[in-house]
């Protein structure tokens, strides 16, 4: 009975790839370079490099807005995010030349380096691995869904792979790799030695692909992690007739301090200016907890009055707001800085030539000739029949 068992788990773990294993390798690949999207720009474009040969501090990124203006004055700043040391800071604007520009500034010396007018490979490769570069439509993506929907093949493939495969634990003390049997024999041995080392990346690449499923479903039904900031009442919009006195927006410059003043240790990541005269400056940061993102310590600030509007940190998030702002650094392995990504680009690899591997595993299983006996016992049925 056990044996039956046995080979009713297999048959489920082999199931679970063989259907879908071209989508699901197309997913770890992408995935994989996603995590090293920045970095794969930064070795093939000299101009997202920040290069920094006289060990310069670098300058705060409200002046390299200013000097991003003094270039293009007729810029209209939307956005700017702050990146690894080694990266330039991108800033997205809009000018007449530049209907959707980004701007590649060295943080360092102040050059604008680049002007990006479309998409970028960054932007490309997290499109193409989070949503297969399916149109959104009403909140949600069929893209996305198929895309989180393999965290449960992830998952199903971890359990019943671990129920096969007896004494798997061996592959710790004792790997085996022989490369001298066939090729079936060695597909086994890489499979089994692969899976085995990555029992805890499919476990986080399952969980944290459950999470953005369940994302999914929260924008398809109209629900959101985070209520939006109120916009500013009509009120609070300073208003002029005289032409001369028109009213101005507290610099950037004092958004940034504010919200660091109110969020000690605060090291803003991405900053938004006002959509439109109600919204608010917009800086987001991190404070230096290891398993949040970048964006967790969030400031929203009164363009008019420099006042803030609202605070979110850790500390406020309930259950469910926790999750979303933990996923992304454990899907993408940005926990640790380079290092870490580069621990996740390895099994992100191995994980795509173990789906590979588990194809042909079980292909040739399927394609296998029976035995001469049942042959034998073949042929008497049909002569009998």
């Not at 995590?35 to 390299?64: C, D, F, G, M």
Request: net charge positive.
């Amino acid at each position: 009975m056990a044996i039956k068992n046995r080979r009713l788990w297999f048959q489920v773990h082999g199931w679970l790839s063989l259907p879908i294993w071209i989508l699901f390798s197309f997913i770890c690949l992408t995935g994989t370079i996603a995590v090293l999207s920045h970095e794969i720009t930064w070795l093939t474009n000299p101009n997202a490099r920040a290069e920094n040969p006289q060990q310069l501090e670098a300058k705060p990124v409200y002046e390299l807005v200013e000097m991003l203006k003094e270039d293009i004055p007729d810029a209209k700043i939307q956005r700017l995010m702050v990146l690894e040391p080694y990266l330039i800071t991108p800033i997205q604007f809009s000018s007449k030349d530049y209907p959707v520009g980004l701007a590649y500034v060295n943080q360092y010396t102040g050059e604008i380096q680049e002007i990006n007018n479309g998409i970028t490979f960054v932007t490309f490769m997290r499109s193409l691995h989070g949503w297969l570069l399916f149109p959104w439509q009403e909140g949600f993506s069929w893209g996305y869904y198929l895309v989180s929907i393999m965290s449960f093949v992830t998952l199903g493939a971890l359990i019943t792979g671990l129920v096969v495969y007896k004494k798997f634990w061996k592959s710790f003390t004792q790997p085996r790799l022989r490369r001298k049997k066939g090729a079936r024999t060695f597909f086994g041995d890489y499979h089994r030695l692969s899976g085995t080392w990555s029992i805890w990346f499919l476990l986080v690449m399952g969980i944290t692909g459950l999470s953005y499923f369940i994302q999914a479903i929260g924008w398809h039904n109209g629900a959101s992690v985070w209520d939006d900031p109120q916009p500013l009442s009509i009120q609070e919009v300073p208003l002029s007739n005289d032409s001369q006195n028109i009213p101005q927006y507290v610099t950037f410059e004092q958004a940034i301090k504010t919200a660091q003043g109110a969020i000690p240790g605060l090291k803003p990541s991405y900053m938004a200016m006002p959509e439109h005269h109600r919204g608010h400056y917009v800086i987001q940061g991190s404070g230096g907890e290891f398993f949040f993102d970048q964006y967790s310590h969030q400031a929203y600030i009164n363009p008019w009055t420099g006042r803030i509007e609202e605070l979110r940190s850790p500390e406020m998030m309930n259950g469910l707001q926790t999750m979303v702002h933990i996923t992304d650094p454990l899907h993408y392995g940005t926990l640790g800085g380079i290092w870490t990504k580069m621990i996740w680009f390895l099994f992100g690899f191995l994980l795509t030539t173990m789906s590979i591997s588990g194809f042909i595993i079980y292909s040739k299983r399927l394609a296998k000739p029976p035995k001469k006996g049942k042959n034998r016992l073949g042929n008497q049925e049909q002569h009998n029949g």
